[in-house]
T-cell receptor
Framework: QKEVEQNSGPLSVPEGAIASLNCTYS??????FFWYRQYSGKSPELIMSIYSNGDKEDGRFTAQLNKASQYVSLLIRDSQPSDSATYLCAVNIGNFGNEKLTFGTGTRLTIIP | SAVISQKPSRDICQRGTSLTIQCQVD?????MFWYRQQPGQSLTLIAT?????????ESGFVIDKFPISRPNLTFSTLTVSNMSPEDSSIYLC??????????FGPGTRLTVL
């Protein structure tokens, strides 16, 4: 089992709809979870971090964390063509003080005008 | 978020040569990280660089191939030694000034002929 798993997509969503991106992780003791957006030819950009169970909202983005199910998701409301990118889920995995940021393979999202 | 710059932004090198990539952060940070992103792949951690100590390398990466320097709290270098075409990749540095959250530089796109 991979440490961080994402559906590679591509995921196509109509403009204005909600895009839902999912991620599962293997380490039950992980405490820190992140979503990065990566445009083609660019470096990853941090868009959301979440540490507690539940939802965290920032503008059109909502991160959801369920530690019992080892599941983290990202919702993008009112999707815009500029949201078309690869979204990387990242999880801090490892023993306390020796955690490493481990990335999933990314989900390629396309917003269709 | 930290502002991180990298030099060079891209390079084309001959096999058997070495390239040193520089990473500069706009403020003092404890930890800096070096990642590799091969075409169409996600990010893989090469090593963690703390100022004043030897870098810690991940499985599959060795100091002889990827020597790292960390002379102060704002700067690090990664050298890719004795390059082969398999080293063609994007190399990214990051820092975690705000604790767990890592911010990335723009990357160095390396092509080895």
């Amino acid at each position: 089992q991979k440490e961080v798993e994402q559906n590679s997509g591509p995921l196509s969503v109509p403009e204005g709809a909600i895009a839902s991106l999912n991620c599962t992780y293997s380490d039950r003791v992980s405490q820190s979870f992140f979503w990065y957006r990566q445009y083609s030819g660019k470096s990853p950009e941090l868009i959301m971090s979440i540490y507690s169970n539940g939802d965290k909202e920032d503008g059109r983005f909502t991160a959801q964390l369920n530690k019992a199910s080892q599941y983290v998701s990202l919702l993008i409301r009112d999707s815009q063509p500029s949201d078309s990118a690869t979204y990387l889920c990242a999880v801090n995995i490892g023993n306390f003080g020796n955690e490493k940021l481990t990335f999933g393979t990314g989900t390629r999202l396309t917003i269709i005008p | 978020s930290a502002v991180i710059s990298q030099k060079p932004s891209r390079d084309i090198c001959q096999r058997g040569t070495s390239l040193t990539i520089q990473c500069q952060v706009d403020s003092q940070v404890t930890m800096m990280f070096w990642y590799r992103q091969q075409p169409g792949q996600s990010l893989t951690l090469i090593a963690t660089a703390n100022q004043g100590s030897e870098a810690t390398y991940e499985s599959g990466f060795v100091i002889d191939k990827f020597p790292i320097s960390r002379p102060n709290l704002t700067f690090s270098t990664l050298t890719v030694s004795n390059m082969s075409p398999e080293d063609s990749s994007i190399y990214l540095c990051s820092s975690d000034r705000t604790g767990n959250e890592q911010f990335f530089g723009p990357g160095t796109r390396l092509t080895v002929l």
